[in-house]
């Protein structure tokens, strides 16, 4: 009996821990002024057209998931930009990008009404970025051409086509990865789809959204 209850109190502990992620409310920022795409936000599933256009949708975090180590979602894409170099500023299209921020613990207070610009503009930001598409090797960690230098990375998990996955990555590990450590805490989430350079189209879904 005292195994049954130990077993169960720990799957329970488990599944506190993991925290689903509602896209209702975040908010759409455009990065052309006259581009962007239509999202359709609805609970734990955002949907994505893109049509020759580029902007991203963001929100801030829990704070109970400010501790993030790792993160998973599903994905799918039924319509898909060509495949592009995502070292290329201005020319570095994507089906999908899924950001985490993270920032010192002591600048979070700071940061409680910064909007994605002014975060993104930080030294002391860093970005993850996970790609679905360009040409670039899986899991290969590419400096940003965007921002400022050394704060943002992007990781390509599957190249530029058609199809469904599902996703887990390690947070705290990529970081190290990127960074060489592990800095702060999350502060904020975006997702992105860019198809004005190649003048596409991206037809495209993100569920299942969980913080760990």
């Known amino acids: ?28 920022q455009r990065l052309k002024v006259l581009s962007s795409n239509d999202y359709s936000q609805s609970g734990g599933t955002l949907g994505i057209v893109s049509d020759n256009t580029v902007s991203l949708l963001w929100t ?11 993160a998973s979602w599903s994905w799918s894409v039924s319509e898909s930009v ?5 070292s290329r500023k201005g020319g570095d299209d994507r089906n999908i990008a899924v ?9 979070v207070a700071e940061l409680a009404g910064a909007d994605i610009r002014a975060l993104l503009g930080r030294r002391d930001v860093r970005i993850l970025q996970y790609v679905w598409g360009g040409n670039n090797a899986v899991g290969s ?12 990375v992007t990781i390509p998990l599957r190249q530029a086509d058609t199809g469904q996955m599902n996703v887990s990555v390690n947070l705290t590990g990529d970081l190290n990865r990127a960074f060489g450590s592990a800095p702060g805490a999350l502060v904020g989430m975006a997702v992105s789809a860019d198809s004005d350079d190649t003048q596409s189209m991206i037809r495209a879904q993100v569920s299942g959204l969980t913080l760990r």
């Open 60 to 70: 801030r975090v829990p704070d109970q998931t400010r501790g993030a180590t790792s």
């Open 1 to 28: 009996m005292f195994r049954t209850l130990t077993i169960a109190a720990t799957l329970l502990a488990t599944s506190a821990s993991a925290q689903a992620i509602s896209f209702n409310n975040w908010t759409e």
């Open 141 to 152: 960690v590419i400096p940003s051409p965007y921002g400022e230098p050394g704060t943002g």
């Open 82 to 86: 060509p495949p592009t170099d995502l």
């Open 99 to 107: 950001y985490f921020l993270f920032a010192p613990e002591t600048a």
